[in-house]
Nanobody, 124 residues
Framework: QEQLVESGGGLVQPGGSLRLSCAASGFTFERYAIGWFRQVPGRAREAIACVDPNDDATVYPDSVKARFTISRDNVNHTVSLQMDNLKPDDTAKYHC?????????????????WGQGTLVTVSS
C-alpha cells in the first residue's frame, strides 16, 4: 500500500524552528520527486518545496526561500523540511505529496497521492 506519513509539526514561537518529516512506503521511493505543500482552511494550497530523486531541490515561494530547506534520504525513504525563523503566516497544515514522476514541476500540488498532514502553529 502506497503511503506518505508526515510528522514533526507542533506549536512554536515566532523565530523558532521545526523539522518536518515525510515517511514513504509501498512504492519505489527513489523513482519519485516528493514535494511539500501547505494549506490553511478556506485558502488554496500553496506549494512549498520539492526534491527530485537526485536530491536537487526547489523552494517555490519567495516568502520561505531563505528560511526553508528540503532534503531527502533515499536509504530511509524520508523527505525532510527544515523550517527556520518561523512566522505566524507559516501557520498551516503541511502535507507531502508526489505526482509519481521524478520531476519537480509543481504538479504534486494537484496529485491524488498525499499524506494526512502535520499541523504547524506559529504563535507567541
Amino acid at each position: 500500500q502506497e503511503q506518505l506519513v508526515e510528522s514533526g509539526g507542533g506549536l512554536v514561537q515566532p523565530g523558532g524552528s521545526l523539522r518536518l518529516s515525510c515517511a514513504a512506503s509501498g512504492f519505489t521511493f527513489e523513482r519519485y520527486a516528493i514535494g511539500w505543500f501547505r494549506q490553511v482552511p478556506g485558502r488554496a494550497r500553496e506549494a512549498i518545496a520539492c526534491v527530485d530523486p537526485n536530491d536537487d531541490a526547489t523552494v517555490y515561494p519567495d516568502s520561505v526561500k531563505a528560511r526553508f530547506t528540503i532534503s531527502r534520504d533515499n536509504v530511509n525513504h524520508t523527505v525532510s523540511l527544515q523550517m527556520d525563523n518561523l512566522k505566524p503566516d507559516d501557520t498551516a497544515k503541511y502535507h507531502c505529496a508526489t505526482d509519481r514522476t521524478p520531476y519537480c514541476t509543481g504538479r504534486f500540488l494537484w496529485s491524488d497521492f498525499w499524506g494526512q498532514g502535520t499541523l504547524v502553529t506559529v504563535s507567541s
